[in-house]
């Protein structure tokens, strides 16, 4: 289409280009063609999936899933069932859940209905993106409090950052990309002193020490985010949750969502999973063995240091160009996430944990272009 001469619409347009918005990584199999390597042969870890539970284990699920749902009507009680085994499973009130199109659209939601145009959002830095492109969207000012050397939260910043103005903090724990979970007592000294909401995301909870969804009812401005993303293996199926105490769940549920937000065929495979927990434990068990013996190879890489991680990635940092490191990997077919400068490190990577023969291939070549 060329031109467009409605001078509306053109203005329209313009004014949302303007909006920053999220560049999603190249596709495996763009990056295939790229290549010339074959799919199968990519290894990606770039986007913290969870490659322990068996693809054959789900796809079978699936298919018993599908049988189960009729495609032709809309959702009916598929989301009340699912809550009752969220608030078996976490131990919570049914009331204090709210269900969602993963939790990339409940941040969202919570953005919209909780931070007003010329309002302030509070997070810090680095931390996971999309906070940063809803709270944009909605003309808030978007202030970051870098984290400490240690990558801990700097309390006493983020505290004094704190104004009338603040209506929202985003904090992410175990934190993306930095992977450890903050102090817990910190954490709950900035929900104790936050004026606003304060959205707690624990997307990789299950991977980490400790949760905080028993303490939403001890406040009246606590929501956490959780999703079946990650531990569940259920990414591309998109199925997420709120928790908060129940009049913000009410507030969340009733006012900022369409009627059926998520369909009933994903409602339903969520809920089998809870049923087989025991697999999503497995899978969590292993990836914590594979985990720990990723961090210690890499840290035994000349110019390499990895971090801690309470989750199901690790984040490290080079000696040498990150470009030409990532390139080399990419060549390799190895696809891990290139983050660059962060806080005091110049050559900073997150990959995934993948599978051992995963792992061993990206330490393997790291070894090579890293000279050991
Ligand atoms: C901290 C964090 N929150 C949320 C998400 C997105 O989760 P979902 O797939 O539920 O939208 C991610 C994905 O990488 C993440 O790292």
Not at 26 to 48: A, C, D, Q, V, Y
Not at 100 to 126: K, Q
Not at 130 to 145: D, E, H, W
Not at 248 to 270: C, D, H, Q, Y
């Amino acid at each position: 289409m060329g031109e467009i001469s409605n001078k509306f619409i053109k203005e329209k347009i313009e004014k949302l280009q303007g909006i920053e918005s999220y560049k999603l990584a190249e596709s495996t199999e763009k990056l295939s063609r790229r290549f010339g390597i074959p799919l199968n042969k990519i290894i990606k870890l770039n986007f913290n999936e969870n490659l322990f539970l068996p693809k054959k284990t789900l796809t079978d699920m699936l298919k018993i899933v599908a049988e189960e749902c009729d495609p032709r009507l809309y959702p009916q009680d598929e989301q009340n069932k699912l809550k009752e085994s969220l608030s078996r499973y976490l131990n919570i009130p049914f009331e204090t859940i709210v269900v969602g199109n993963a939790s990339d659209e409940l941040l969202d939601r919570i953005v919209r209905l909780f931070l007003e145009r010329g309002e302030t959002a509070v997070t810090i830095d680095p931390t996971f993106p999309i906070f940063r492109y809803s709270a944009k969207r909605q003309g808030a000012n978007y202030l970051t409090i870098p984290l400490l050397e240690n990558l801990e939260l700097d309390i006493k910043n983020i505290l004094g950052s704190f104004s009338a103005k603040t209506s929202l903090l985003y904090l992410c724990s175990p934190n993306n990309p930095t992977g450890t979970q903050f102090n817990k007592s910190e954490i709950l000294a900035l929900i104790k002193e936050f004026p606003g909401i304060v959205v707690l995301d624990e997307a990789y909870a299950e991977y980490a020490n400790y949760s905080l969804t028993s303490k939403v009812n001890e406040f009246d401005n606590l929501i956490i985010l959780r999703t079946f993303s990650k531990a569940f293996g259920l990414a591309a199926l998109r199925l997420g949750y709120a928790i908060s105490n129940s009049k913000i769940a009410r507030v969340l549920s009733e006012k900022s969502a369409l009627p059926f937000p998520v369909s009933s065929f994903t409602v339903n495979m969520g809920k089998k999973l809870l049923d087989n927990y025991n697999i999503v434990i497995k899978s969590i068990s292993e990836l914590k063995i594979e985990r720990d013996k990723l961090i210690d190879r890499l840290n035994k890489i000349s110019g390499v240091k990895a971090f801690d991680s309470d989750a199901n990635f690790v984040f490290f940092s080079v000696d040498k160009p990150h470009e030409i490191v990532y390139q080399n990997l990419l060549n390799k077919g190895l696809v891990i996430k290139k983050l660059g400068k962060i806080l005091h490190m110049d050559n900073c990577f997150r990959a995934t944990v993948g599978l051992p023969w995963m792992n061993d291939h990206l330490i393997e070549n790291l070894r090579k272009y890293l000279g050991d």
